[in-house]
C-alpha cells in the first residue's frame, strides 16, 4: 500500500525524543511538528498522529492528537495535553482509544469516546 503521508526529521528536543514534520500527499502541514506515535485507522483512510504544540525543553511536552481524514484532506485536534504525551490510537467497533502518558509523574490515563462525535473537521493546512 502507497503511503498517503510522510514524516521528516525536524529535530530532537534535549534529552528526549526526535519530532517531525509530517506531509500528506506532498503538501507540508504547517504550524506543527509530530512525534514518531501513530496509527493508520480504517485501512488507511485516517492517520492518528502525536501532535506537538512546542519543542521548547522547559515548556513542554505540550501535545494534542491529530487525525486526518486523508482521503478528504482534513483534520481534527482534539484536546491539548499539558507535560505529557498521547500515545496508543485504537479504533474499534466506533470506540476510538488513546493514552495521555505523563512521564513525569510516572500516570498513564485512558481516554476514549464514540469516533461518530467528532464534529470539528476543517481543512488540514487552515
Do not use: C
Request: glycine residues 8%; charged residues 30%; positive net charge.
Amino acid at each position: 500500500m502507497d503511503r498517503k503521508y510522510h514524516l521528516d526529521i525536524a529535530g530532537e528536543i534535549r534529552f528526549g525524543p526526535q519530532y517531525f514534520k509530517l506531509e500528506i500527499q506532498g503538501v507540508k502541514v504547517s504550524k506543527y511538528y509530530y512525534g514518531f506515535n501513530r496509527a493508520e485507522l480504517e485501512g488507511g483512510r485516517y492517520l492518528a498522529i502525536e501532535e506537538w504544540l512546542t519543542t521548547n525543553y522547559q515548556k513542554g511536552p505540550i501535545t494534542r492528537v491529530a487525525i486526518f481524514d486523508l482521503e478528504n484532506g482534513l483534520v481534527s485536534r482534539l484536546k491539548t495535553v499539558d507535560k505529557g504525551f498521547v500515545t496508543s490510537f485504537k479504533l474499534k467497533n466506533g470506540v476510538f482509544s488513546y493514552r495521555k502518558e505523563f512521564l513525569a509523574k510516572g500516570k498513564v490515563v485512558e481516554s476514549e469516546f464514540e469516533w461518530s462525535s467528532i464534529n470539528n473537521w476543517e481543512p488540514t493546512n487552515s
